[in-house]
């Protein structure tokens, strides 16, 4: 039996997006015809800050909501010692008679400010207060940094606000009224100009998006593979996602920004984590590091958690008196935006498509109402509002009542135990449709585990989407035990992972030509990252470790071609979109397309709200008046709530909304309103291809306004383009699992897992747990022969099999301590050199032995 010690080399090629010839180009500009933005270092920080002066709407926008900031943890600590040191509650609630001394024998109503301590006492009680001194100083400190980040921040935006100005020609009046898109189209432009990056000639949309979301995509990826510890069994409760903004800071100062992480600069990952040789050394380095921060996250815990009450008492106190069922609303998680996001999707693509499918998921939860509660809320209600009724009933004879000890208090609990009632109490129109609900959620979040589809009236499958979909009050409480519970996550769990952690950086970090360093899973490559099971079969050359889950890679690399039309995708995505859409043109050719459509919108539709106009079918329907052809019949609105969405019908209503047919929809129907001068055009074939000229010029007499409406409709159509592309693609990946193992499930491997050594032999064939990280024993083979490694790719990971890049049939990998691996070959056969040429079957460092089985990849 040969030793595989699993020293991953350094493999000579990287991803590079330029045009042939360009690769290894420096572009050489003169120095008197340089511009100010010209070779700009830090491009990762300077996109980044482009980006969120455009959602900001502004430099002013921005300037003001940070010095309002800062006036506000102002505001909470002083009013915080104010409310503890200077106030006289025995005054304030009546148990002590105010001295007036020149109305000794006259009743003189107290005032607030007879309830507010002297200054000179105020002072000398807080001057006594140790904690209290202790607060302030720190909150002191940390104001200072917050007031000297700010004013670097502003020097920084103020260049920011220039660049757009001077630049990219959009004055910070007409910002708001740009998409990101044009912004980014302009970026795109202006590079052959100011020569920003000097490696390459032209950016991309993927250099942007890469530069922009650099460290996120590794989240997100990190997050898929069930590597960061947020999931736990505990004991009664069951499983328990815990992933809080405490928690989530952490990770990424340990990972990206802080005192010794794993990158050197924004863009590029230190050289020692590149190689495989001292990866236990490193692994010891990160895991006493972890420790550090965590013991830092401990002593810190009693001021953070000081904090994290005192703003949300003052932040949701007055939201709850105005509207006490607040917190019975519910709010996407942490978790599920982490879980639900593609790589490469932006902040306000990720928050557009999730507003998107609230409605339908708050439906969908409360479909769940327990019988019980019902019943019980119901009776509760009418005894609170009886009690309620005669207080104000009497009230209204006559006023004085109110005067009357706890009667107002007494009458705002009522108001608060009836609002709260009503949220137990189900709309008795409602109609009980889960399936076709979570269809509709489906066309918006774009994943969903397999064993959801045809159980989405049990409990668990409840349960398990209100991990992504909880209640506020849930989210608030598991914020304020953060501070608490996020250093014993850092100590006792975290650091087991150190060198999972250590591998997955190795593994899955290429460099990108002119973009430096990123994630491997953030280029979107069906053939490094492709799942079989969603439409990769026969293009991927992943090993199960390589796999993304849920089809990750594939939605995404979906949803970025159709957000971003003119962007080039690779060899390999090109031809894996190409089949996509040969497959819908060839199964919307077996069926009729007008009945097809009928049957798919109508059964969405009936579970939509008409006070949703901007749902998916909506959307559709009002369009420009040329797509009629997504016009239905109005008896089908309320009717058809078993219908079932097949494949052929999503593929009908595709080929309907293929760029093709809509540019030729949307061209006829710009033509017909100039010719009758019918008002301005709403969209253009022109924008809809993604022409960098900007939509709001489509017409001499189009204003902001108009433009601003024509970039809404371009973005609801690749909107609904990707629904339905979510959805034909979830139906095919059904019907190609129904035939294979069942590996394609929701739980992952548990997060708090030991780093231990696995037997070798005697849990070879044991039944692994339910994941969809790691697949059932027996199940799983691997595809044989593999294409060359892509031009340009500079990848960081372990070549298994000599020079020749081909899998070895029949080999066993089981894991030794700490992540090392070894290999059972053929008789004979010597340990031999890793090259520095193709990995094909990289393997994770913590895994259970499987077997490879000719028929399944």
């Not at 209600?381 to 004879?397: D, E, H, M, N």
């Not at 899955?508 to 973009?515: A, D, I, L, N, R």
Request: with cysteine; charged share 20%.
């Amino acid at each position: 039996m040969a030793h595989f010690d699993t020293e991953y080399q350094r493999l000579e090629v990287s991803y590079n997006d330029s045009p042939p010839g360009e690769e290894d180009m420096l572009v050489h500009v003169p120095e008197g015809s340089k511009s100010l933005w010209h070779h700009i270092e830090n491009l990762d920080l300077f996109f980044q800050r482009v980006y969120n002066l455009h959602q900001k709407n502004g430099f002013t926008c921005m300037l003001l909501g940070e010095i309002f900031e800062l006036v506000q943890l102002v505001f909470v600590v002083a009013f915080t010692v104010f409310l503890a040191n200077c106030v006289d509650y025995d005054i304030l609630f009546a148990n002590k008679m105010v001295n007036h001394t020149h109305h000794l024998h006259e009743s003189i109503k107290v005032t607030l400010p007879d309830a507010f301590l002297p200054a000179n006492v105020c002072s000398a009680r807080i001057r006594n207060n140790v904690v209290v001194i202790f607060i302030m100083v720190i909150a002191g400190v940390f104001w200072l940094h917050r007031l000297i980040k700010f004013i670097y921040n502003i020097c920084c935006y103020w260049e920011i606000r220039s660049f757009y100005i001077n630049a990219l020609k959009i004055s910070m009046a007409d910002l708001p009224y740009f998409t990101w898109q044009e912004v980014q189209a302009r970026i795109i432009e202006i590079q052959k100009e100011h020569q920003m990056c000097i490696h390459k000639k032209e950016l991309t949309e993927l250099d942007i998006y890469h530069r922009i979301l650099r460290f996120k995509n590794y989240m997100v990826a990190m997050v898929n593979k069930s590597l960061l510890p947020i999931r736990y069994r505990l004991p009664m409760l069951g499983d328990v996602i815990f992933y809080t903004r405490g928690l989530k800071y952490n990770f990424e100062l340990i990972f990206f920004w802080g005192p010794g992480s794993l990158f050197e600069n924004e863009w590029s990952l230190k050289p020692e984590y590149k190689r495989g040789g001292n990866r236990l050394e490193l692994a010891d380095k990160l895991s006493a590091r972890i420790l550090w921060i965590g013991i830092a996250n401990f002593l810190l815990c009693p001021i953070i958690l000081i904090w994290q009450i005192l703003y949300a008492f003052f932040s949701y106190t007055e939201v709850i008196k105005r509207e006490p069922g607040s917190l019975g609303a519910r709010c996407w998680s942490l978790y599920g935006r982490c879980y639900l996001r593609h790589f490469n999707e932006l902040d306000h693509e990720l928050m557009s498509r999730l507003s998107k499918g609230y409605k339908a998921s708050s439906k969908y939860m409360n479909c769940f109402m327990s019988p019980l509660l019902t019943v019980v809320a119901k009776n509760v209600a009418f005894f609170a509002g009886s009690i309620l009724a005669v207080l104000i009933s009497l009230t209204i004879y006559d006023e004085d009542v109110l005067a009357v000890e706890h009667v107002l208090t007494t009458i705002t609990l009522l108001g608060v135990c009836i609002t709260i009632c009503r949220s137990f109490i189900p709309d008795k129109h409602m109609v009980f449709c889960p399936e076709q609900l979570l269809k509709v959620i489906l066309a918006h979040i774009h994943y969903m585990p397999d064993h959801w589809q045809g159980n989405a009236h049990r409990y668990e499958t409840r349960d398990e989407f209100s991990q992504l979909f909880q209640y506020k009050a849930v989210f608030i409480l598991e914020e304020l035990l953060s501070p608490v519970i996020t250093p014993f996550i850092l100590i006792f769990c975290l650091r087991r992972k150190s060198l999972e952690i250590i591998d997955f950086f190795r593994n899955f970090t290429v460099e990108v030509v002119g973009v430096g360093d990123t994630c491997s899973f953030a280029q979107m490559d069906v053939r490094q990252h492709g799942h079989p099971a969603w439409m990769s079969a026969g293009k991927t050359e992943a090993s199960i470790y390589q796999q993304a889950e849920d089809g990750k890679t594939e939605l995404s690399l979906m949803h970025f071609a159709i957000t971003n039309p003119r962007w080039q995708p690779p060899r390999e995505s090109t031809h894996f979109i190409s089949q996509l859409k040969e497959k819908v043109q060839r199964e919307a050719a077996n069926c009729q397309q007008g009945m097809a459509e009928k049957h798919l919108f109508s059964s969405i539709q009936s579970i939509q709200s008409e006070s949703e106009p901007h749902s998916l079918i909506a959307n559709l329907l009002v369009g420009p008046p040329s797509l009629t052809s997504f016009q239905y019949a109005q008896e089908g609105h309320g009717a058809h709530h078993s219908s079932h969405i097949g494949s052929s019908d999503v593929a009908s209503a595709l080929r309907s909304l293929s760029p093709l047919s809509t540019s030729q929809h949307l061209r006829g129907s710009f033509s017909s309103t100039l010719a009758k001068g019918e008002g301005t055009p709403l969209i253009t074939a022109r924008g809809l291809a993604g022409s960098t000229t900007d939509t709001r010029t489509a017409s001499s007499g189009s204003s902001a306004w108009e433009g601003q409406l024509t970039s809404m409709v371009l973005s609801e159509y690749a909107s609904n383009e990707m629904s339905i592309h979510a959805v034909y693609m979830h139906e095919l990946h059904k019907q190609q699992v129904r035939t294979e193992p069942a590996r394609h499930v929701w739980h992952r491997q548990d997060s708090d897992d030991s780093s231990e050594s696995a037997p070798e032999d005697s849990e070879a064939n044991r039944t692994l747990p339910r994941s969809a990280t790691f697949p059932f024993p027996g199940a799983l083979s691997r595809q044989e022969g593999s294409t060359a490694p892509m031009v340009g790719q500079r990848r960081y990971g372990c070549t298994p099999d000599g020079a020749s890049g081909t899998s070895r049939p029949g080999s066993r990998m089981s894991r030794l301590p700490m992540g090392g691996w070894t290999e059972d070959v053929q008789a004979g056969r010597h340990h031999d050199t890793v090259p520095e040429e193709g990995s094909d079957d990289e393997q994770p460092p913590q895994i259970h032995k499987v077997y490879k089985s000719v028929g399944y990849i």
